[in-house]
């Protein structure tokens, strides 16, 4: 950021009275410009025992698989917005049930957070930034080709917790590197 | 927002091609600006079967109490936003357990997030956004002067928890009215 929002001037870095980290300051207005983490949502779509993955056609990772996901919107909530993406990405309808992981990414300022869900139909429409939507046994995952490693870990946990019979939340960071 | 952070220019709001909502777009350089909810990070800090809260020295709601909590910042995570968030306001260390509740604020566009928290010494330094911080006995919890919904809404889930004899994970929305 280099200009104001609000006023057009031109914004300085640095830490403002009382505060302790670096922001964008606007001198000409005091508005002072935060930038926060955002949250991503997706839903881990089940239907007779499989999962619903869709392939990306967009960068980054394009050609990769990943769960339905992707930024929160303002004015709705986060299983909104699981339920929101997964339309979007694979056209698919689905039913949202308990929140599943919450993943920190700290080196990319955002939270990731995945809802177990039921998927109301088998058929897919998949939208412009989806190459393919697909059910997955488990035995089938393409663990390989996954293209985020918030969805890896959390089809990990999932085949872990549906071994032991019993799903539970996962709260988990994941480091650079 | 009137102008563009990337080049000064003023910015319209129209619903970008590819895209279903209205953005802040920017027809000099082309960036759009995409506006998103924001966590707000708290925690539940036990001491002896006690909890702490913090009554504001700020507004909104100078006066009340409130579980430590405040936006997450970026490059940290929702559990260190959380601990940071309690040093801050009560000038307590804790030791942060798991997530308890997650509540969606669409009104607001806000998603909240309290952890369990067990608070290392009963000693506290409130700062400059704290009045006071104190230890309150469960029979003792000053339910008519909490300042904000979700901790009303995740002490009244601890509270039943505790009464169970057991901690869940609650995911909650809360409706604006």
Request: glycine share 8%.
């Amino acid at each position: 950021m280099k200009f104001c929002s609000n006023c057009g001037a031109a914004v300085a870095r640095r830490v403002p009275v009382g505060d302790s980290v670096p922001r964008w300051v606007c001198d000409a207005c005091g508005v002072i410009h935060y930038q926060n983490p955002l949250v991503v949502a997706g839903a881990i779509p089940e239907y007779e025992g499989r999962l619903l993955l869709c392939r990306r056609a967009i960068e980054p990772r394009y050609g990769y698989w990943t769960l339905p996901a992707g930024f929160m919107e303002n004015g709705e909530t986060v299983a909104q917005a699981a339920a929101r993406e997964t339309m979007e990405e694979a056209g698919a309808r689905i039913e949202i049930a308990e929140p599943f992981s919450m993943i920190s990414v700290p080196y990319v300022n955002q939270v990731h957070v995945f809802f177990r869900a039921r998927l109301l139909h088998p058929g897919f429409a998949p939208g412009e930034e989806t190459l393919e939507a697909q059910l997955f046994d488990e035995a089938a995952l393409p663990w390989k080709d996954i293209a985020f490693r918030t969805v890896g870990l959390t089809l990990k946990c999932w085949v872990e917790d549906r071994r032991q019979g019993r799903f539970t939340f996962h709260a988990e960071d994941i480091a650079a590197g």
